[in-house]
C-alpha cells in the first residue's frame, strides 16, 4: 500500500474511513471521553446508530463520487469505530500507530490487516510515554504542526490526547521538518472550552487559507504566530460557539475542494468566496460525539503536487 502524505490540500488519492457499523448500545458518562458525548446523553439528544451509519454512508459516497479510493477499518465487535483519524496518522511516508486513551484501546485492532499491507520499515509504534492522535497533527509541507497539553493535571484530564513527548519524539524523528506545536484548551464539561484536537480549532485549506479558533489555544502568541503565518487576509476566524460546532474539522479533498458540514453556512460561503468548491453533508449526528469530517477519516495518500 502506498502511503504519502506533506499536507492537507493536495488531491486525496485514498483514505480510511470510520464507520459505526459495530456500536452495540448507548455509553452512560462514565463511558465517554468528550464533553459534546456527555451534553447529549445529558439532553436525551445523544446520536442513534441507524443515523450514524447514514451520515457515514453519505460520507463515503461523496469521497468516492470525487475519486478517492476508500478503504475500511477491520470490524472490532462492540466498539465505536467512526474517529479512524484517531488511531493512526501518515507523516511523509511513514505510518504511525497512534498511543490512544487506555478506554479506546481495542480500536486499534482496526488497522490490523492494513498494516499488515505496509513495509514494516515504514511502521511506527511509539512507546508508551509517548501520546498522540492523529488529529492533534496537521501537516503543511515544511511544517508539521502538533496540538498539545503539557498542564499539571494531564492524568486527569481525559480530553488531553497528545504529550510534550509526542512534540519531541517528532523533532527527533523529522530533522528535515519544522515541528511547531501549540498547546490546547481543554474542558470535560464545556466544549466551547475545549479543543479536543488541534484539527478542532485551526485547518489549513486552499493554497494558503486557514480556518482558526483563538479559543482552543491556551497561549494567544499561538494564535497570533498562525494569523501572522497565513495572513489576517487568508483566515477565517471562528469563535468559541463555531469551534464547539466543528466548524474546523472539514476534510480537503483538494485545495479547490472541501467537504463540509451543510449546516455551516458562514464556513461555506467564504470558502466559496475564495473559489473553494465545498461538497456540503449533513454529519449532525456524528458531530454529536465530538468530531466531524477529518476526525473520521484516515487519509492515506495525497498526490505530491505542492514541492
Known amino acids: ?19 459505526a ?52 477499518l477491520d470490524s472490532v465487535p462492540n466498539c465505536n469505530q467512526i474517529f479512524a483519524r484517531d488511531i493512526g496518522f501518515v507523516i511523509g511516508d511513514y505510518f504511525f500507530v ?14 490490523n490487516s492494513m498494516i499488515k499491507k505496509i513495509d514494516n520499515s515504514k511502521i511506527v509504534k511509539l512507546n508508551t510515554n509517548i501520546h498522540i492522535e492523529g488529529g492533534d497533527i496537521i501537516l ?5 504542526f502538533v496540538g498539545y497539553y503539557n498542564k499539571d493535571d494531564y492524568e ?6 497528545t ?8 523533532q527527533k524523528k523529522f530533522t528535515n521538518k519544522k515541528v511547531k506545536a501549540f498547546e490546547l484548551r481543554k474542558s470535560i464539561a464545556d466544549p466551547s472550552k475545549n479543543a479536543l484536537h488541534l484539527d478542532c480549532c485551526f485547518q489549513p485549506l486552499g493554497d494558503s487559507l486557514a480556518v482558526i479558533s483563538r479559543d482552543g489555544f491556551s497561549n494567544l502568541k499561538d494564535y497570533e504566530w498562525l494569523i501572522k503565518y497565513y495572513g489576517k487576509e487568508n483566515v477565517l ?9 466543528m466548524m474546523c474539522n472539514f476534510l480537503s ?10 449546516r455551516f453556512t458562514k464556513l461555506n460561503s467564504w470558502l466559496k468566496s475564495k473559489k473553494i468548491k465545498t461538497i456540503e453533508i449533513n454529519f449532525k449526528e456524528v458531530s454529536k460525539q465530538g468530531g466531524l469530517f477529518r476526525c473520521a477519516t484516515l487519509p492515506l495518500e495525497r498526490l505530491n503536487e505542492f514541492n
Not at 504519502?4 to 485514498?14: V, Y
Not at 486527569?156 to 490526547?161: F, G, P
Open 140 to 144: 503543511d509541507n515544511d511544517y508539521i
Open 1 to 19: 500500500m502506498k502511503l504519502f502524505l506533506k499536507n492537507e490540500t493536495s488531491r486525496l488519492k485514498s483514505v480510511l474511513l470510520g464507520n
Open 253 to 262: 479533498i483538494s485545495k479547490n475542494k472541501v467537504i463540509s458540514d451543510i
Open 237 to 245: 476566524d471562528l469563535n468559541k460557539k463555531e469551534m464547539s460546532l
Open 98 to 111: 497512534s498511543n490512544i486513551l487506555p478506554l479506546r484501546h481495542k480500536e486499534i485492532n482496526g488497522l
Open 163 to 170: 504529550n510534550l513527548n509526542a512534540v519531541k519524539f517528532l
Open 21 to 72: 457499523n459495530n456500536i452495540e448500545k448507548k455509553p452512560n458518562i462514565y463511558q465517554t471521553y468528550d464533553p459534546l458525548s456527555i451534553i447529549n446523553l445529558k439532553k436525551g439528544t445523544y446520536p442513534k446508530k441507524s443515523d450514524l451509519i447514514k451520515e457515514l454512508d453519505s460520507y463515503k459516497k461523496a469521497l468516492e463520487i470525487n475519486g478517492v479510493d476508500v478503504y475500511e
Open 156 to 161: 486527569k484530564q481525559i480530553t488531553a490526547r
